[in-house]
């Protein structure tokens, strides 16, 4: 079955670092473009970034330019996220998300197929 696994969340202080791997398996990961989301309580589930089937194509919200970066390694059936200058307002968990590649770059979480069980990333003042 399809499975999605996200690793490398946990507790870091404010303008800390982060990892975040999800490793990917029982479909043909190039068919899909790849997405994070993040969710607070009480809130929806919001994109972070995304990108395409072969790598060369990137999106990322507004709140996290600059500072977060998607990549994904093909050979290995792994997408990641750097986050780099983290802050309090991106404490969250964070899921990642497959999205069929037909369906183009995909911001909604209605484009996606299957998730991940999410991973928390804490970030301390």
């Known amino acids: 079955q399809v499975q999605l696994v996200e690793s490398g969340g946990g507790l870091v202080q404010a303008g800390g670092s982060l990892r975040l791997s999800c490793a990917v398996s029982?479909?043909?990961?190039?068919?899909?473009?790849m997405g994070w989301f993040r969710q607070v309580p009480g809130k929806e589930r919001e994109f972070v970034a995304g990108?395409?089937?072969?790598?060369?194509?990137?999106y990322s919200a507004d709140s996290v330019k600059g500072r977060f970066t998607i990549s994904r390694d093909n050979a290995e059936n792994t997408v990641y996220l750097q986050m780099n200058s983290l802050g309090p307002e991106d404490t969250a968990v964070y899921y990642c998300a497959a999205a069929p590649r037909n369906r183009g770059a995909s911001y909604s979480t209605r484009s996606y197929d299957y998730w991940g069980q999410g991973t928390q990333v804490t970030v301390s003042p």
């Open positions: 029982g479909l043909t990961f190039t068919s899909y473009f």
């Open positions: 990108i395409s089937w072969t790598g060369s194509n990137t």
